[in-house]
């Protein structure tokens, strides 16, 4: 008998992994897959983070750590706070997990009551609308055009706030679209919720240095929210450390106490070995982060230019993140051989089977009519990939 909880079955599995999975399949059948579904660098973790790790396990640093991680590498992240974004946090207000991830989901947990309001706008990451379902809250999807560079407005804020309201989820630089707010978007979004004081703010700003704007503002700036904002960081994309698995959040004491609660129960600590190859991201030269954003901006340069150049998709120019979020709906209805395209999940399918190009449905990211391009790969991918998708996408009709 198999008996699986109700909380499971409202899940959705993760359609980017899903995607990554297929087109690993066709790979393994010989197809030559150019792969930009998958959201991570393809940059190797710069050498003196791994020799960092090297000399960790050979001093054996193996046992467990405390809970919320060495102290350490808190401090260095509390460095690193204060030096980047100007802001002034305890180490007690730090928590290490496994993975930006794991960081999100504890303060979800932490913070939401059943029936509890979370306003996300969209598009979206795939997790966060899951994470909610979790926790018993409730979705509330505040949708942002491709005409409006996937940002909200404060009219749409406003107008997405209850009584029941508790939490916000705000990414900026954005995965999947890769929009960035300004300081004068961010400081207009934060006058509404100065006004409702019992909204908490969670600012996702894992994409903080791949951002072409040439400033990054962190919602914890702004001194009237600041005390309700839960930051939450980590070294996955600025240091290409996307399998050692360290994210953190910075909040105020009380959140980080019940965090540390709950994942006392659920994980513990995260890997010494890994944590100490983080504490060296922050502590040790930042040349690899500048480096790695120049590439990502020559490549977004680079996809933008030759997508504006296919008929019927529909760009914007993304100022952060490694994501081209194009609208694709003027390909509804049509066909070719034996497919139909009803939708972008349609049309997806029809790019990895026909044009051996693996990209991500919008409506994983509550986007219906969209699709994700990753450009966290070589030029070479690139290029070819979208002359693929241009030949694919011109036999429809």
């Known amino acids: 008998m198999t008996h699986i909880s109700d909380r499971i079955q409202s899940l959705s599995p993760s359609q980017t992994l899903a995607m990554s999975q297929k087109s690993n399949e066709l ?13 991570e660098p393809d940059f190797n973790t710069p050498d003196h983070i791994k020799e960092a790790a090297i000399k960790a396990i050979n001093e054996n640093y193996t046992f467990y750590t405390a809970v919320p991680g060495y102290m350490s590498l808190r401090k260095a992240i509390v460095d690193k706070l ?7 946090y305890t180490p007690e207000q730090i928590v290490v997990s496994g993975g930006a991830k794991q960081s999100l989901c504890n303060v979800i947990l932490s913070v ?29 999807l505040v949708p942002a055009t491709i005409e409006q560079d996937f ?3 404060p009219a749409q804020l406003e107008e997405a706030i209850t009584e029941r309201s508790r939490l916000i989820i705000l990414c ?18 934060v006058d509404v919720l100065a006004k409702h004081p019992n909204v908490m703010i969670l600012a996702d700003e894992i994409y903080e240095h791949i951002n072409f704007t040439g400033s990054f503002t962190s919602l914890a700036s702004f001194p009237e929210i600041a005390e309700r904002v839960i930051i939450v960081n980590g070294v996955s994309k600025a240091y290409a450390m996307t399998g050692w698995r360290i994210g953190f959040i910075a909040a105020p004491l009380w959140v980080a106490k019940a965090t540390n609660k709950l ?37 977004r340069d680079l996809v933008v230019s030759l997508a504006r150049e296919i008929p019927g ?28 395209i009803n939708n972008a999940g349609d049309l997806a399918m029809y790019l990895l089977e026909e044009g051996h190009v693996a990209t991500v449905d919008g409506e994983a990211f509550c986007a219906p009519g969209y699709i994700r391009l990753s450009y966290a790969t070589s030029d070479d991918n690139i290029r070819e990939a979208m002359r693929r998708i241009a030949e694919a996408l011109a036999k429809l009709s």
Do not use: H
């Open 27 to 39: 790979k393994a059948q010989g197809v030559d897959v150019i792969n930009l579904s998958v959201g």
């Open 172 to 189: 900026s630089p954005s995965n999947p679209t890769g929009s960035v707010y300004t300081k004068e978007e961010l400081q207009a979004l």
């Open 82 to 88: 204060k030096n980047e974004n100007g802001l002034d």
């Open 263 to 299: 994942q006392s129960q659920y994980t513990s600590g995260c890997s010494s070995i890994a944590q100490k190859a983080a504490e060296a991201a922050y502590t040790g030269s930042q040349e690899c982060v500048e480096a790695m954003r120049q590439a990502f901006e020559r490549r």
């Open 151 to 153: 940002k909200i407005t």
């Open 313 to 340: 998709l529909k760009v914007n120019e993304p100022q952060g993140a490694f994501y081209l979020f194009p609208e694709v709906s003027s390909f509804f209805g049509k066909k070719y051989g034996n497919y139909t």
């Open 112 to 140: 939401i009551n059943p029936g509890d309001e979370v306003i996300i706008p969209t598009p979206a990451w795939v997790s966060y609308v899951e994470m909610v379902k979790l926790a018993e809250g409730k979705n509330v």
